[in-house]
């Protein structure tokens, strides 16, 4: 039964609108062992339970993006980013270089960095809500531990990016991480997003990320909240837009390993051929 007073009480708007599952697709023994190893909790029956509870207060609290129907915060995405080896060393070499987890939800990539020995003290998690985050304290049972610093509000919106609670930090990042976010986006909200990374990215800094594309590119499924609707690119119209943007040394790749999509989107719900697009860029 649905939360009474939580999904009940939400403004239609920001309600998720459509029809989703009360039972995960499926949760592997595989699926576990980041949290496993990162809890320390080796019994993956206990650990089942637990992530089935909170993915259930989730879906009946939050807008369930498909990578949260899917579980895929179990699985941090930035190990399979091409540059992750270089960032991590670069990271591990100079511990003073800030890292920006942005659209960081439940948080699993500021704790894949955790495991590998970034400080906290270097990663700052942000993202439009909190609640995401709030909810991954739960899951990685790590409420007390975590001493990353923390910022809340729209990437889109210049004001945060001048004024807000991350002010101190724009133009210092090293790095800013977008796994999974920009296709969430409209099309001016992409826009506007870039250019605040550009902002907040010291010189040299990087910009890198995931995203979902489409070929050809055009708007797809509505953006939470009811904003208008999202906007997936292809490499070229993304490319063009970093350039644009101010970036230099601009890498674009398509994911083509096995299952990348799928895992990611229902294709089968909102039309043309989806792609996963891997992107660089320096400022
Ligand atoms: C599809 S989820 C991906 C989350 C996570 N990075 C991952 O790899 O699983 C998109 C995330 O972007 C966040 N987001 C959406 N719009 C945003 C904005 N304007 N500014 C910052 N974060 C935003 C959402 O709240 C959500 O946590």
Redo the contacts with the bound molecule.
Sequence with gaps: MAAKGIVDDMPASQKYPYPTSDQPNNLTDEDLQFLSLYTGQKDLHLLREHVIKIWRSVKHTLWV?R?IQEL??LQP?IPRHPSYPEVKAALLADKTKPFLD????FG??TRQLILDGVPESSITA????PD?WEFGKKLFMDPDRLSVRTAWG???DSQYIHSGPLSPMTGRFAYVW????LH??TAA?VKA?ITNVHTVLAPGGTFLGTCVGQDPPGEWADA?GGTGKRYLHREETLTALLKEAGYTDISMERDRSSGAIERQEDLSTFGNQKIILIFAATK
Excluded: E
């Design positions: 993006y990578c895929m915060f995405r942005l659209g960081c939800c699993q990539d942000t993202d439009i809500t995401y729209s990437f889109t977008a796994g999974a976010v969430v986006l909200d997003f939470p």
